[in-house]
């Protein structure tokens, strides 16, 4: 079999193998990893069945790093008096969130479905912040654990099934850190339109493999858990094959305490099982980012007062980078005639 080269699973155009023996998440899997140039996009195969690995995620989440962090989120935002706020501030990928609903100014009308709701505490806290919200999961457990912590906001659905009962229902379907585990994004982000009224959006959140220097390899969690590691050219590529328009969210003005994960000086880890399900984590070198930070940019981040003056009197984020390690991307449902 020849494995140098495949179809790109996303666009269809020639993707090259550039790993052969990538350790997959859980000891001894192993996966092939292509990478497209003309999308951009990086993807693992083969593709297999991958349930027993995220019933091992979810049974040890509290110990497994990277997974963790969601307990403490779990169990933050009923502590704080803002949810929203909170998770916007701990992590990139609520801020894309946040900060794309905050462009629309009649939040309280908006109908909104948060896909992939998992533990449900970002549901809950745009439910706290005033929205109209629903969150929805394939997995009953996590449904069920979520209505018990936070109350009656959630449903357990298959989504193709679910859109076909709630067409034009909702303003905005919302997405972090979902996309890189599906294994047909496009024709899943095509379903998730059919439930948008007209201009209504798809907000989402996932890893940025932009940022990265082109020959870096799967900076993300190992297949078949991510199956995906897109660039912003992925999404435009998707964005014109489902006919909606696409935006990118613009990171210029986030400040976060916490550090970018695997570019820069920060070490990258990767978690995996090994063959008896115990946690094994690997550290990586880190990796040079394309806009690296500028010395501006890690003052404005150690003294909010420099960024807030940069922000009032300069009107062009070079010095603040537009990028994160994750991106935000909006789709909008474009209004056919
Ligand atoms: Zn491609």
């Known amino acids: 079999m020849n494995t140098d080269k ?36 990086q993807f ?11 019933e091992m995620i979810y049974e040890k989440a509290e110990t497994v790093p990277g997974y963790n962090r969601y307990y403490e989120y779990k169990n933050k935002v009923k502590t704080v008096e803002n949810p929203l706020q909170y998770l916007a501030s701990a992590e990139e990928a609520y801020w894309v969130i946040d900060n794309a609903l905050k462009q629309d ?24 912040a005033g929205f109209n919200v629903i969150g929805l999961d394939i997995s009953q457990n996590a449904v ?18 679910y859109a076909m009962e709630h067409k034009e229902e909702y303003d905005r379907i919302i997405l972090t850190q979902v996309i890189e585990h599906i294994e047909e994004p496009i024709k899943w982000l095509e379903t998730l339109l059919i439930m948008l009224k007209k201009g209504g959006k798809i907000i989402l959140s996932t890893e940025n493999k932009t940022i990265y220097p082109k020959n870096a390899i799967w900076q993300s ?6 199956i995906w590691w897109f660039s912003e050219k992925s999404f435009k590529y998707i964005a014109n094959k489902i006919n909606a328009s696409i935006k990118f969210t613009d990171f210029s003005k986030y400040i976060s305490d916490s550090k970018s994960i695997g570019i820069g000086k920060v070490p990258y880890n990767q978690h995996r099982f ?21 010395l501006l940019r890690r003052l404005q981040e150690k003294i909010p007062f420099i960024s807030y003056i940069y922000r009032k009197f300069w009107k062009h984020y070079i010095f603040f980078g537009k990028r994160r390690w994750v991106m935000g991307v909006i789709l909008e449902k474009r209004n056919l005639i």
Do not use: W
Request: aromatic letters at 12%; hydrophobic letters at 30%.
């Open 6 to 41: 495949k179809e790109c699973l996303l666009c269809g155009r020639d993707a090259q193998c550039v790993e052969q023996n990538y350790p997959g998440y859980q000891e001894p899997d192993i996966f092939f990893i292509y990478n497209c140039v003309y999308c951009n996009t």
């Open 44 to 54: 693992s195969y083969p593709r297999v069945e991958a349930r027993h690995i995220y």
């Open 105 to 128: 100014i009649e939040k309280n009308d908006l109908k909104i479905l948060e896909c992939g709701c998992g533990m449900g505490y970002l549901t809950y806290s745009l439910h706290k």
């Open 144 to 161: 069920n654990e979520a209505t018990e912590n936070f109350g009656e906001l959630y449903v357990c659905a298959n989504i193709f099934e």
């Open 221 to 226: 969690d190992l297949p078949p858990i991510h």
């Open 274 to 294: 090994d063959k008896n399900g115990n946690v094994v984590v690997t550290t990586h070198a880190p990796v040079k980012q394309n806009n690296s930070k500028s």
